[in-house]
């Protein structure tokens, strides 16, 4: 999939996150399977994985507590996630915000400069 309107805001080895440079949303590739988000859909997915208690499923000794399985909102997309995937994905969509923030502050850095 080519994203020839998209800026990549992280990666690592399992996937990676594009923001729709049109203000769309954001695309998501998991490990080669891409999925859109809107802005409050995305939000609510980060939400989502970020609440993923890694180390309960650590400690879970069920067979259960191997995998966490989730359906974002509005989305066919079910994830069935190990305690490593939970991770990684975990560290994709952390890194993609710590971008966004980053970006947000470099803006308002540079906009509150402009003014002086």
Same mark, same amino acid.
């Given at each position: 999939?080519?994203?020839?309107?998209?800026?990549?805001?992280?990666?690592?080895?399992?996937?990676?996150?594009?923001?729709?440079?049109?203000?769309?949303?954001?695309?998501?590739? =998991?490990?080669?399977?891409?999925?859109?988000?809107?802005?409050? @859909?995305?939000? &609510?997915?980060? %939400?989502? +994985?970020?609440?993923?208690?890694?180390?309960?499923?650590?400690?879970?000794?069920?067979?259960?507590?191997?995998?966490?399985?989730?359906?974002?909102?509005?989305?066919?997309?079910?994830?069935?996630?190990?305690?490593?995937?939970? =991770?990684?994905?975990?560290?994709?969509?952390?890194?993609?915000? @710590?971008?966004? &923030?980053?970006? %947000?502050? +470099?803006?308002?850095?540079?906009?509150?400069?402009?003014?002086?």
């Amino acid at each position: 999939m080519q994203f020839e309107n998209c800026t990549q805001l992280y990666s690592n080895n399992k996937g990676s996150v594009w923001q729709d440079n049109r203000g769309r949303g954001f695309w998501l590739d =998991w490990e080669g399977r891409f999925s859109f988000f809107r802005y409050p @859909t995305y939000v &609510d997915f980060s %939400r989502h +994985v970020g609440s993923i208690d890694l180390e309960a499923m650590v400690m879970d000794t069920s067979a259960q507590g191997d995998f966490t399985i989730f359906s974002p909102r509005n989305s066919e997309r079910l994830f069935v996630l190990s305690l490593c995937e939970a =991770w990684h994905l975990k560290d994709l969509l952390s890194g993609a915000q @710590t971008m966004l &923030d980053l970006h %947000r502050i +470099v803006q308002e850095r540079l906009y509150s400069f402009a003014l002086v």
